[in-house]
């Protein structure tokens, strides 16, 4: 009897090109799995999309001076035309733009706030004093503390690997004017993921 097969493929922040890690790493082994599942005669459906929101596209919209909806959908028709060109056979690839992502991902918001899951907290986060606005981590760069290459990010240095917040970052600078950051406290909401911990271990 023929088997149902959902496959949830990693959502590529459509920020830039795929190189040759996105496609060895995250979208060939499953494309090799859902064509394996079709030829056995199971009903597959492969899903996966260009995620279009988030820092990564409000950085890269910045540095080429166009709109984050411009670098979304320029990506988006990219990530498309390389899915043609590589074989790679989704069912159905679509993006975080659509109303359908909006209801989803609201209701899911909305149901774990009324449920009490979804907290607000303060925390101390990287302000420009310059350009006047809070800094997401990725805004933040500086010299990583543990291997003092100095192009780290306030998420993560790419030469060493590690991750951290922009606290840990030695001269931190504004990646939009390269001012210093202040550390201000802001308001976030927060998941409750204590509350889910016996069902998750
Ligand atoms: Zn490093
Ligand atoms: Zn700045």
Same mark, same amino acid.
Request: hydrophobic share 35%; net charge neutral; with cysteine.
């Given at each position: 009897?023929?088997?149902?097969?959902?496959?949830?493929?990693?959502?590529?922040?459509? %920020?830039?090109?795929?190189?040759? #890690?996105?496609?060895?790493? =995250?979208?060939?082994?499953? *494309? +090799? &799995?859902?064509?394996?599942?079709?030829?056995?005669?199971?009903?597959?459906?492969?899903?996966?999309?260009?995620?279009?929101?988030?820092?990564?596209?409000?950085?890269?919209?910045?540095?080429?001076?166009?709109?984050?909806?411009?670098?979304?959908?320029?990506?988006?028709?990219?990530?498309?035309?390389?899915?043609?060109?590589?074989?790679?056979?989704? %069912?159905?690839?679509?993006?975080? #733009?659509?109303?359908?992502? =909006?209801?989803?991902?609201? *209701? +899911? &918001?909305?149901?774990?706030?009324?449920?009490?899951?979804?907290?607000?907290?303060?925390?101390?986060?990287?302000?420009?004093?310059?350009?006047?606005?809070?800094?997401?981590?990725?805004?933040?760069?500086?010299?990583?503390?543990?291997?003092?290459?100095?192009?780290?990010?306030?998420?993560?240095?790419?030469?060493?690997?590690?991750?951290?917040?922009?606290?840990?970052?030695?001269?931190?600078?504004?990646?939009?004017? =390269?001012?210093?950051?202040?550390?201000?406290?802001?308001?976030?909401?927060?998941?409750?993921?204590?509350?889910?911990?016996?069902?998750?271990?």
């Amino acid at each position: 009897m023929s088997e149902r097969i959902f496959i949830a493929v990693a959502w590529p922040y459509a %920020d830039g090109p795929l190189h040759l #890690g996105h496609i060895a790493g =995250a979208y060939l082994p499953p *494309d +090799i &799995f859902a064509r394996y599942h079709r030829t056995k005669g199971n009903e597959v459906l492969m899903v996966s999309g260009s995620d279009q929101h988030g820092t990564p596209i409000t950085i890269k919209a910045e540095q080429e001076g166009k709109k984050p909806g411009e670098i979304a959908a320029q990506y988006h028709q990219q990530f498309l035309d390389s899915w043609q060109r590589f074989g790679i056979s989704f %069912d159905l690839f679509t993006t975080t #733009g659509t109303a359908n992502h =909006a209801q989803v991902s609201q *209701d +899911i &918001f909305l149901t774990l706030l009324n449920k009490g899951y979804i907290y607000k907290s303060t925390v101390s986060q990287p302000y420009c004093p310059h350009c006047q606005r809070f800094l997401p981590d990725r805004y933040v760069e500086g010299t990583c503390p543990y291997c003092q290459s100095p192009g780290a990010r306030g998420d993560q240095c790419d030469e060493c690997g590690k991750p951290m917040n922009p606290a840990e970052l030695l001269d931190p600078r504004c990646r939009l004017c =390269a001012a210093t950051p202040q550390f201000k406290d802001s308001e976030h909401f927060f998941l409750r993921l204590s509350a889910f911990r016996d069902r998750l271990l």
